[in-house]
């Protein structure tokens, strides 16, 4: 049954039409089975590929899941070993750092101790210079002095020190004819050390000059007079003659107590007084004939 139309406005009028079913013959209901048939079929085939999707899925998310699982567990050990690592490089840098410092510290005293080394090298360079010097004028006024010895008319004894002992010479020049002198032991303070006994000639023979030029440093002249005023006069000129340009010498006068024949008798004597300088840096010291006797020609 129908009811009017739908275009008309009012429902006055309808008209009856009998319902009609459809039949399995026709075919308008034949073609709406076949589209209902592929339809379903379509449906399952989709309803099926998208549970094996699902399933796909579900084995690709199990496998990123476990990669995910693997990555994090690379990554927390890389994390770690990394971290070992700087920590280890930390802790090499500060002993690195600590080394250097302490080789830093180590050079520099290396620097300063080389520093002093060439400096005592240079005090012992110049000392060296000195001592030179030193023994060309000890040995010098040795030699001078026993040619002025061996020009003199008296019997002289001469007190000789070297590395610890003592020595006492008896130097007698070419006998003359002359009156005999008696030798007379000193008394007082001109007594010789310890009382040493007086070598004779009868007892030991004299030194050759070769043993007396070994012994060079005098501690001091007994019974040594110097009577004539040439002597004097020819000390002072050897020096002015030989010790110039470098030294600077002037002459003055020293008392000296003698002993002549048993008799104590007082004199002055020209005594030459050095200054020497040596280097650049002007070292300068002075010394006199009265210390020569103190120095040691082996310093």
């Not at 090298?121 to 030699?143: P, Y």
């Not at 001078?144 to 001469?158: A, G, H, K, N």
């Amino acid at each position: 049954m129908i009811f009017g139309d739908d275009d008309d406005d009012d429902l006055g009028g309808f008209t009856y039409r009998p319902f009609q079913i459809r039949t399995e013959s026709e075919d308008e209901a034949t073609v709406t089975k076949r589209k209902l048939k592929s339809l379903h079929e379509k449906i399952d085939q989709l309803l099926l590929a998208s549970k094996n999707m699902g399933a796909m899925f579900k084995t690709e998310k199990t496998n990123l899941e476990m990669i995910r699982t693997g990555l994090q567990q690379d990554y927390v050990s890389f994390q770690t070993s990394f971290t070992s690592q700087i920590t280890k490089h930390h802790d090499d840098l500060a002993m690195e750092s600590k080394v250097m410092d302490a080789l830093a510290r180590k050079t520099e005293k290396v620097k300063v101790l080389d520093l002093k080394l060439q400096q005592s090298e240079k005090k012992v360079q110049d000392f060296l210079s000195k001592r030179v010097v030193v023994r060309s004028c000890i040995s010098d006024v040795t030699g001078l002095l026993l040619d002025i010895i061996q020009t003199r008319e008296s019997m002289i004894f001469v007190t000789i020190q070297t590395r610890g002992r003592r020595w006492i010479w008896k130097v007698e020049p070419p006998k003359v004819p002359t009156n005999p002198i008696f030798k007379k032991e000193p008394k007082g303070k001109e007594k010789l050390i310890k009382e040493e006994p007086i070598i004779d000639d009868d007892e030991d023979e004299e030194p050759d000059e070769a043993e007396l030029k070994r012994f060079r440093a005098f501690v001091k002249v007994v019974n040594a007079p110097f009577t004539k005023s040439g002597a004097n006069q020819l000390l002072f000129s050897f020096y002015l003659k030989h010790m110039k340009p470098q030294y600077e010498t002037w002459s003055v006068h020293k008392k000296l107590d003698v002993n002549v024949n048993g008799t104590i008798e007082t004199e002055s004597f020209p005594n030459a007084k050095f200054k020497v300088a040596r280097g650049s840096a002007c070292l300068a010291y002075e010394f006199t004939l009265a210390d020569l006797p103190c120095l040691n020609p082996n310093d």
